[in-house]
Structure formats: structure tokens, C-alpha cells
């Protein structure tokens, strides 16, 4: 392992948990620091800096960030001139205790201040202690921060940061604040943008993108926003989340189903079947809402995937009340769920609700709702075997490629497929599929998680992505720099052309 010598740049790696938003911020952080002057470690080095994007929705994020802060401290003892940050969800909630608990940490940053890192590194380096700045609101738009994007396919766009909901058991409009809408101006600039870089996916992002516009008081704005992403040339595929089911409105389900490079997939958290449940939740919507908004999707269009979030063993949930889920599950018949057991988080009203489940009784729960959920699953992947889909081909979906030969990636629905490149010792084209390139297939084998395609591709369509890929180039979306601090030797300053003499 080696780390920067001097005169060299520093190096840096992001760590990320949590949910697409944790990914889209790291892609920011990621920006910021290769603005500043920062270069990417290679996997196998220590990086000078190294920054936890957290995660606090679920409990054992806390046990995952200090028992990875553990595993750094010899390394850090070894090499005091690296740096530790911590941001996100967690740094939000805990704060100074972070530095309380692990003193070898070197910044801590919240959801509100990405844009503040640089500042924050370079500030700890000069005072040799610890920086620790939380904001308690969104002060600029992360959006405006540069951006270092991962893929050359697809990309994400925040529509929006914050969450206006009180569900009892979720902590993260504590830590994300309201939510606040962008502009529907800025975000096609920025997903034109992506297209122009050679982007064929976009995913538009908010913790409930469907109430997008109640900052400036169109409730049909989200709608609008699909529609206007439709009319961007080269923009191949759009999807969206995550909606909640009390602000799903029609024009959304008409918008999805008129709009042609709007892909026939929704994910819409269910969270219970039952109402009772759903009301202790705070979820302002009930078990028929629910299934009428699928039903309406369904009827609109047919070949819709549907995935959702359930979360088992809420506080005071009975049996009957978790049978009326899995009721929910067999007549939604999702193409997939995310499952999880509940988990108590400190400052949510929930965490103080009475009748906590006993541990015993929420893991059974939790299984017959994994066993029932994969029988649908695999139910409505089977009869996807002998239909022909195109395939967005990707990186990393595919963990036994290299073994089986075959590449991976996903259906304008989203389901997940792995498909054969063509025959042994195929030449031309058929030999150099690349990530981002378009693949027609016909469907051989289903299973609970992913679709196989064994036979020869029917086409293949080489792309803009494809071609980025393939020379190592990633989209990079510049934002606003907002005077941060480079690391090493400023930039020669170019020869004067014109203008005033300077004497």
C-alpha cells in the first residue's frame, strides 16, 4: 500500500452507505475534492483522505461507522498526516460525538454543508484538530456543487432534498430538513447535460419526488417534469424515486404511460398492509389507496414492474395485522420488495411507542414475508421466459459474469438480466459489448432476483455511452467551485490578450 509523497497530489476515497441519495452526494463529495485538487487512491493504496458518506435509517449503521473507524485507527497511527472525514445522515444526528467516541477523526460534515469539505480538510490540517460543522438548514442547493459521476450511462438528478412527512418511525427529515424544490429549469439543464456527455439513463431523485412543486405551488409539477424530460433528444430512459402513495396523482400515471422514454417501473414503499399499522406509522394513506393506485398503473400500462419497501414488526403490530400485509403482497404482486425488520431509532416518536415486538417474533415475521415475496417474484419472472427486452448493459450487476461469460444489465422495467455476449469466439461487434451499449434479447430462465438470456443477442447497438466506457471517460458536471481551496500549485496564469495593460 503506498500513500502521496511529496510534491505529489493527494489522494482520496469515499465510502458510501444508505440510499441513492447518499450515492448521489458521494458523487458531489467526490466533485468537490477532485476541484480542490484531490486525486482518486487507487483501491489498494491509503489514501491521504478518506471520507464515510453515512447512513442512520437503520440501527446498525452506528455499529458499521465506528467499527470501521476501529479497523482505521493503526493506520491513521501510522500515518498521522491522513485524514478522516465523516458526513452524512449520522454525522447530522451524532454530531461532536462522533469525535467524542473515535478522537481520530478529522472532520465532521452534515447533510446541509457538502460544499463546505475542502474548507473543512485544509482547516484541520492548518489547526491539527478536529473540524466539526453541522448546519441546521440547506444554505445552497447540492446540485450546484462539481460532480464526479460514476457512470457513463446513467446518472442521477436531484429534483429535490428534504422530506415534509412525520412518519413515526423514520428520523431523516431530521437530518435532511424540509424539503426544498429545484427549479424544473435547472434540472433539465442538468440532465441536457448528462445527455450531451453521452448519458442514456437518467434517474430524477427526492425523498418523495411525486409532492416535487409544493415549494412553488404546483402539485402537478412532477408530472410535468416527466413530460418535459421526454422531449430532451437522446435521453433514452427515465425513471424516478421514491414516490409516496398520498401524493401519487393521475396525471403522474398518465404522464409515465404517454411519455415514451419514461420506463414502466415504479417503486412505491407500501411499508403495511394493515391501517391500523399504517396509521401508528403516520403514513397518510390507506391499504385500498394503495391498491388502487396500482391497479391504475397497471391499467395503463400493463408491462409495469412495481417494487416497494415493507418493514416488519412495527411496534404493536399483531398477527393479524402482518397477515393483512401479506394480503397486500399477494394481490399487488410485486416484481420485487426491500424488506426490513423495524429498527428503533433515537429521537423518532416510534422508537417511545409501547409494545415493542420481542426480537424472536419479528425475525419469523420477517421470513415467511421474504418466502411469500420471492414466490411472486419469481412468479412474474417466469412468465417473462421466451419475451424478447432490451438491456441497458451495466457494471457490477453481474457478480458470476466473468465465471458464466456473460454480461449483465437492466430492462427498461428494471429487472435485472444477464445475458450471453454471443457465441465462443465471436469477432467484430458481437465480441465488444461494452457498458452502456443496447442489447435486444430473448429471455431463457427466471429466478426470484434476475432474468437469464442464454442465447445469442438479436441486436446490438453500439452507443455514445458505450464509447465513453470503453476510453475510461466519466460524465463530470462542473457546478459552482464557491471559492473552495485547491490542494498544490495554482494554475499558470495564461498570457494577457487583450484588454488594459497592466503596468
Same mark, same amino acid.
Request: charged share 25%; aromatic share 6%; glycine share 8%.
Given at each position: 500500500?503506498?500513500?502521496?509523497?511529496?510534491?505529489s497530489?493527494?489522494?482520496y476515497?469515499v465510502?458510501?452507505?444508505g440510499?441513492?441519495m447518499?450515492v448521489?452526494?458521494?458523487?458531489?463529495?467526490?466533485?468537490?475534492l477532485?476541484?480542490?485538487?484531490?486525486?482518486r487512491?487507487a483501491?489498494?493504496?491509503?489514501?491521504?483522505?478518506?471520507?464515510?458518506?453515512?447512513?442512520?435509517v437503520?440501527?446498525?449503521?452506528d455499529?458499521?461507522?465506528? /467499527?470501521?473507524?476501529?479497523?482505521l485507527? $493503526?493506520?491513521?497511527?501510522?500515518n %498521522?498526516g491522513?485524514?478522516?472525514?465523516?458526513?452524512?445522515?449520522?454525522?447530522?444526528?451524532?454530531r461532536?460525538?462522533i469525535?467524542?467516541?473515535?478522537?481520530?477523526?478529522?472532520?465532521?460534515? /452534515?447533510?446541509?454543508?457538502i460544499g463546505?469539505?475542502?474548507?473543512?480538510?485544509?482547516?484541520?490540517?492548518?489547526?491539527?484538530a478536529?473540524?466539526v460543522?453541522?448546519l441546521e438548514?440547506?444554505e445552497?442547493?447540492?446540485?450546484?456543487?462539481?460532480t464526479r459521476?460514476?457512470?457513463?450511462?446513467?446518472?442521477w438528478?436531484?429534483i429535490?432534498?428534504?422530506?415534509?412527512?412525520?412518519?413515526?418511525f423514520c428520523?431523516?427529515p431530521?437530518?435532511?430538513?424540509?424539503?426544498?424544490d429545484? +427549479?424544473p429549469g435547472?434540472?433539465l439543464?442538468?440532465?441536457?447535460?448528462?445527455v450531451?456527455?453521452?448519458?442514456?439513463?437518467?434517474?430524477l431523485?427526492?425523498?418523495n419526488?411525486n409532492?416535487?412543486?409544493?415549494?412553488?405551488?404546483d402539485r402537478?409539477a412532477?408530472?410535468?417534469?416527466?413530460r418535459a424530460?421526454?422531449?430532451?433528444?437522446?435521453?433514452?430512459r427515465v425513471r424516478?424515486?421514491? $414516490?409516496?402513495?398520498?401524493?401519487?396523482?393521475?396525471?403522474v400515471?398518465?404522464?409515465?404511460a404517454?411519455?415514451?422514454?419514461?420506463?414502466?417501473s415504479?417503486?412505491? %414503499?407500501?411499508?403495511?398492509?394493515?391501517?391500523?399499522?399504517?396509521?401508528?406509522m403516520?403514513r397518510?394513506?390507506?391499504?385500498?389507496?394503495y391498491?388502487g393506485?396500482?391497479?391504475?398503473v397497471r391499467?395503463?400500462? $400493463?408491462?409495469?414492474?412495481?417494487t416497494?419497501?415493507?418493514?416488519?414488526?412495527f411496534?404493536?403490530?399483531?398477527e393479524?395485522?402482518?397477515?393483512?400485509?401479506?394480503?397486500?403482497v399477494r394481490e399487488?404482486?410485486?416484481s420485487?420488495?426491500f424488506?426490513?425488520q423495524?429498527?428503533?431509532?433515537? /429521537?423518532?416518536?416510534?422508537?417511545?411507542?409501547?409494545?415493542?415486538?420481542p426480537?424472536q417474533?419479528?425475525?419469523?415475521?420477517?421470513?415467511?414475508?421474504i418466502?411469500a415475496?420471492?414466490?411472486i417474484?419469481w412468479?412474474e419472472?417466469?412468465?417473462?421466459v421466451g419475451?424478447?427486452?432490451e438491456?441497458?448493459?451495466?457494471v457490477?450487476?453481474?457478480?458470476k459474469?466473468?465465471?458464466?461469460g +456473460?454480461?449483465?444489465g437492466?430492462?427498461?422495467d428494471g429487472r435485472l438480466?444477464?445475458?450471453?455476449t454471443?457465441?465462443?469466439?465471436?469477432?467484430?461487434?458481437a465480441?465488444?459489448?461494452? %457498458?452502456?451499449?443496447?442489447v435486444?434479447?430473448?429471455?431463457?430462465?427466471?429466478?426470484p432476483?434476475?432474468?437469464?438470456?442464454?442465447?445469442?443477442p438479436?441486436?446490438?447497438?453500439r452507443?455514445?455511452?458505450?464509447?465513453?466506457?470503453?476510453? /475510461?471517460?466519466?460524465?463530470?458536471?462542473?457546478g459552482v467551485?464557491?471559492?473552495? %481551496?485547491?490542494?498544490g500549485?495554482?494554475?499558470a496564469?495564461?498570457?494577457?490578450?487583450?484588454?488594459c495593460?497592466?503596468?
Open positions: 500500500m503506498t500513500t502521496a509523497t511529496a510534491g497530489p493527494r489522494t476515497h465510502r458510501t452507505y440510499c441513492q447518499n448521489h452526494d458521494s458523487e458531489r463529495i467526490s466533485g468537490l477532485e476541484a480542490a485538487g484531490y486525486v487512491a483501491e489498494t493504496d491509503d489514501p491521504d483522505v478518506i471520507v464515510f458518506n453515512t447512513c442512520a437503520r440501527e446498525n449503521a455499529n458499521r461507522l465506528y /467499527g470501521n473507524l476501529g479497523h485507527r $493503526p493506520t491513521k497511527a501510522r %498521522p491522513m485524514q478522516i472525514a465523516v458526513g452524512g445522515c449520522l454525522a447530522q444526528k451524532d461532536g460525538e469525535v467524542r467516541r473515535a478522537p481520530w477523526v478529522d472532520v465532521v460534515f /452534515g447533510t446541509h454543508n463546505s469539505l475542502p474548507v473543512l480538510l485544509e482547516r484541520a490540517r492548518h489547526n491539527a478536529a473540524e460543522e453541522i438548514s440547506l445552497v442547493f447540492p446540485s450546484t456543487l462539481p459521476r460514476e457512470s457513463t450511462y446513467a446518472g438528478v436531484s429535490s432534498v428534504g422530506c415534509n412527512n412525520t412518519c413515526t428520523i431523516v431530521s437530518l435532511r430538513g424540509k424539503e426544498k429545484r +427549479r435547472e434540472i439543464a442538468e440532465v441536457q447535460a448528462l450531451d456527455t453521452g448519458v442514456l439513463e437518467v434517474t431523485l427526492g425523498q419526488v409532492s416535487y412543486g409544493v415549494e412553488f405551488g402537478y412532477f408530472g410535468k417534469l416527466l424530460c421526454g422531449e430532451i433528444d437522446g435521453l433514452e424516478f424515486t421514491s $414516490p409516496h402513495p398520498k401524493d401519487f396523482t393521475d396525471d400515471i398518465a404522464a409515465m404517454e411519455t415514451p422514454n419514461v420506463c414502466h415504479l417503486h412505491m %414503499p407500501l411499508q403495511s398492509g394493515s391501517d391500523d399499522v399504517l396509521r401508528a403516520r397518510s394513506y390507506r391499504a385500498d389507496r391498491l393506485i396500482i391497479s391504475k391499467e395503463a400500462m $400493463p408491462d409495469a414492474a412495481i416497494t419497501d415493507i418493514i416488519v414488526g411496534p404493536g403490530e399483531t393479524a395485522d402482518f397477515e393483512r400485509t401479506l394480503d397486500v399487488a404482486r410485486f420485487s420488495a424488506t426490513f423495524y429498527s428503533k431509532r433515537p /429521537g423518532t416518536p416510534a422508537a417511545t411507542m409501547d409494545d415493542q415486538l426480537k417474533v419479528v425475525q419469523e415475521r420477517y421470513e415467511r414475508l418466502a415475496v420471492e414466490e417474484s412468479a419472472n417466469k412468465l417473462l419475451e424478447t427486452v438491456v441497458l448493459v451495466a457490477g450487476e453481474g457478480r459474469d466473468e465465471r458464466t +456473460r454480461m449483465s437492466r430492462a427498461r438480466v444477464h445475458f450471453a454471443g457465441a465462443p469466439g465471436a469477432v467484430g461487434e465480441a465488444t459489448i461494452r %457498458p452502456g451499449d443496447i435486444h434479447t430473448t429471455i431463457t430462465y427466471a429466478a432476483h434476475h432474468l437469464n438470456a442464454d442465447g445469442a438479436l441486436a446490438h447497438r452507443t455514445r455511452a458505450g464509447d465513453a466506457a470503453e476510453a /475510461g471517460r466519466t460524465p463530470r458536471t462542473p467551485l464557491l471559492g473552495l %481551496p485547491t490542494i500549485a495554482p494554475p496564469v495564461p498570457p494577457q490578450t487583450g484588454g495593460a497592466v503596468s
